[in-house]
Every structure is written in C-alpha cells, then in structure tokens.
C-alpha cells in the first residue's frame, strides 16, 4: 500500500514569504506527527494531531508555524513569513494507534531552503 | 540534549562488524528504537526494545543498558547496502510516543 506522501519535495522560498506543506497519512493512520529537521541533526518534534485534534504543539519554534489536520487525514505545516533559520527538512509521520509503541511511518520529508 | 550521538562518519571495510552507541539523561525512557534513513529519505525503523535486554534481528543486534543509560547496535557482517545515517530513538512508555532522537551516525561501508 501507499506510505507517507509529502508534498512539494523541495521549496524554495525568499525571505518573508509564507509557505505551506502538505502530509497525506497512510490511511487510517490516527497519530500524524511533525518534525523538523536540520542540516547534520536528528529529527527535532514540532506537533502532534489525533486525529483532528492537536494535543501537542510545544515543539513549534515559534507563533509563524501553525499546523492543521481538519479531517482527520490530511495535515498541512504551514510557515509564515520564513527566515534563514526555518531551512530544513520537513518530515511527517503517521502511526496507526494513539498510545502504545505503534511504528512511525515517514514521509521523505520537504525540504525547504529560504533565501 | 537528551540523547547523544556521535555523528561519525564511521567508514567500516564491508564483513565488518559495526558498533554504534547513544546516550541519554532521563531515566524515564521506557523505548529505544534504531531507525534508517538514506540520503533524500525518511527515516525507517529498524528495530526497537521495551526497557533493558537485547534484542535480534538478523545481521542486527539491539542493546539497552538503562543502568548507564547506554544504547547500542550492531551490525555482523555489513554491506554497502548498510550504508546510510543511523538515528537512535528514545521515548517514553504510554502517551502518544513523541520521539526524541540521537543526532545520527554516518555510516559508510566500502566494498
């Protein structure tokens, strides 16, 4: 069956501008997470979603990120007026259960470079 | 940081057996996960340990040691196909598992 899907793969985007990026779960899958990657690093936690729910945002750097899931399935990352700092791989993944130790299926991540 | 890992690169001929090590502060992570990411890719777990013991999977061999809050794995008989980052992955019992990951260790083995 089809994994996590990403889109766009890469983005570049200039200074200010906003962005958006799109993780299409696998189905059924009720736990989609964010994380962001830098450069050389392990993944670092944005957001978690049951669900439409979003139970945890502490990771998010900063009030520009913002994170929605409104059905259920699809979740966009969305980054408002990015900075230098925001370059990274966007990666997603989704589980199939809300507790428990349930695999984390990625996505191959959106890479984002601001210029 | 909660979990370290030395980022390598760690250049290994191929047959060579591979250590690779974590870690980490809190006390209270309850799994350990060995993920695999290649280049332009997401990460894709390769084994995982509830607690302390070892674990086996092939040419793959998970350790806990919650004592010294120490990780390992171990690759027998490596490939090139072994070839990529490899990222431990701590987290903590019940919740929804958010996870906490190593900085990851380059691997490259030659044939």
């Known amino acids: 069956g089809a994994g996590v899907s990403q889109s766009p793969r890469y983005k570049v985007a200039k200074r200010g501008q906003d962005v958006a990026l799109r993780c299409d779960p696998i189905s059924g899958h009720v736990s989609l997470f964010w994380y962001q990657q830098a450069l050389g690093q392990g993944p670092e936690f944005l957001t978690y979603?049951?669900?439409?729910?979003?139970?945890?945002k502490s990771g998010l750097p900063s009030d520009r990120f913002f994170a929605e899931r409104p059905e259920g399935s699809v979740s966009t990352l969305k980054i408002q007026r990015t900075q230098q700092e925001d370059s990274a791989v966007y990666l997603c993944?989704?589980?199939?259960?809300?507790?428990?130790?349930?695999?984390?299926?990625f996505g191959p991540g959106t890479r984002l470079t601001v210029t | 940081k909660e979990v370290e890992q030395d980022p390598g690169p760690l250049s290994v001929p191929e047959g060579a057996i591979v250590s690779l090590n974590c870690t980490y502060s809190?006390?209270?992570?309850?799994?350990f996960m060995w993920y695999r990411q290649y280049s332009r890719k997401g990460p894709e777990l390769l084994m995982y340990t509830y607690s302390s013991g070892n674990k086996e999977d092939g040419r793959f061999t998970a350790q806990v040691d919650k004592s010294s809050k120490y990780i390992s794995l171990f690759i027998r008989d490596s490939q090139p196909s072994d070839s990529a980052t490899y990222l431990c992955?701590?987290?903590?019992?019940?919740?929804?598992?958010?996870?906490?990951f190593g900085a990851g260790t380059r691997l490259a083995v030659h044939p």
């Open positions: 809190n006390s209270a992570f309850q799994y």
């Open positions: 993944a989704s589980s199939l259960e809300d507790r428990g130790m349930y695999e984390q299926y």
């Open positions: 992955a701590l987290t903590f019992s019940g919740g929804y598992n958010k996870l906490i």
């Open positions: 979603f049951q669900n439409e729910a979003q139970l945890d």
